[in-house]
């Protein structure tokens, strides 16, 4: 039977297709391509069509033999869905339900979902576990919140069955620099950093130096993007073995402040990255680090790469792109 991938053409879909595939899952990707890289789909069955369009999913879950589907799909701005709301509200909740509608149609009632930590808000008590209070801090926060009580209440009504993943901050890229992120359409810090290092941009901004952190800036737990595609073939095992509804953070356990990632950058790069101490961004936490010991007793996953992982296989892929 086959997986169908939404938002297959983004950063976390594309390596986690890419993955299934070596895994010899069989997968097709649907993506409207608004902001998916169809470069990045390296050859996998592809329909480019819009999770908004319940019929079109419904058509594509028949046409494929779909039996679960891995939800991507979404806008991830944070600040962009406090300028431009309603295109969140529209594309990432009213998407989800489209979605859910077009699967039940098709009788497919398996989805792994791509939740975020960013749910969580400003933590009120580290490490963060999933049964920490849910505080989104803007509106692109509040639709994955919501998206998850969407899925949550399919289950309820009509026997979808569910794996929710939180991730905490991904970063890095394919350890053979095939695939990476898009440095032009994300305000990440990680590939802002190596768009400085890489003098293709002015000096990375600091965004505060004066938070109750070791070196007074911010402080974040980076997990590898290969260890999120392998969290979620394990997700997708626990639906295959009838395991049950969860929801789970996916984080290393283990927090990294902005400086040493700037440290750790120059490191593996052997260049000094140019950067400036400014004001802390609104909402912005102070610390923010998972309890990811959840995710390792019920699927039996966790984080295997580190900051030094992360920074080196972000360093080739940008190279590359850039160069
Ligand atoms: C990381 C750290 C910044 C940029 C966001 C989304 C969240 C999730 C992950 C999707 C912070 C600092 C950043 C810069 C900086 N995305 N920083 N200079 O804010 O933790 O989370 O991405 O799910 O929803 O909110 O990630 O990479 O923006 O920031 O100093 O130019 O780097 O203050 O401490 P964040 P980030």
């Not at 970063?171 to 990476?180: E, N, P, Q, T, W």
């Amino acid at each position: 039977m086959t997986i169908l991938v939404t938002g297959g053409a983004g950063y976390i879909g594309s390596h986690t297709v890419r993955l299934l595939r070596s895994l010899d899952r069989d997968v097709v990707v649907m993506d409207s391509l608004v902001r998916g890289n169809v470069a990045s789909l390296l050859g996998a069955p592809f329909e480019q069509a819009d999770i908004c369009d319940s019929e079109a999913v419904t058509d594509i879950c028949r046409r494929h033999k779909v039996d679960t589907v891995v939800h991507f799909a979404a806008y991830k701005s944070a600040g962009e869905s406090m300028t431009n709301p309603g295109v969140y509200w529209h594309n990432n909740v009213f998407g989800t339900t489209q979605l859910v509608e077009g699967m039940l149609a098709a009788n497919v009632k398996k989805i792994v979902f791509s939740s975020s930590a960013a749910v969580y808000g400003n933590p009120v008590s580290l490490p963060i576990t999933e049964d920490s209070p849910i505080t989104p801090e803007n509106v692109y926060a509040e639709t994955k919140a919501v998206m998850e009580r969407v899925i949550s209440w399919y289950g309820v009504t009509h026997g979808l069955r569910w794996v929710s993943l939180r991730y905490f901050n991904a970063a890095g890229a394919s350890d053979d620099g095939v695939l990476g992120e898009d440095w032009s359409i994300t305000t990440n810090l990680m590939p802002l950093v190596m768009k400085a290092a890489l003098g293709a941009s002015g000096p990375i901004q600091v965004l505060g130096n004066d938070y109750p952190t070791p070196d007074g800036t911010g402080v974040r737990d980076y997990i590898h993007v290969e260890d999120l595609a392998t969290a979620h073939v394990a997700a997708l095992d626990h639906l295959d073995r009838d395991g049950a509804n969860i929801t789970l953070n996916l984080g290393t356990g283990h927090g990294c402040s902005v400086l040493e990632v700037l440290r750790a950058v120059e490191a593996v790069s052997g260049k000094a990255v140019p950067h400036e101490i400014v004001s802390r961004r609104a909402g912005d936490p102070a610390i923010v680090y998972a309890d990811a010991s959840l995710a390792e007793r019920t699927l039996g996953w966790k984080a295997t790469r580190g900051l030094t992982d992360i920074v080196s296989s972000a360093y080739t892929w940008h190279r590359s792109q850039f160069a």
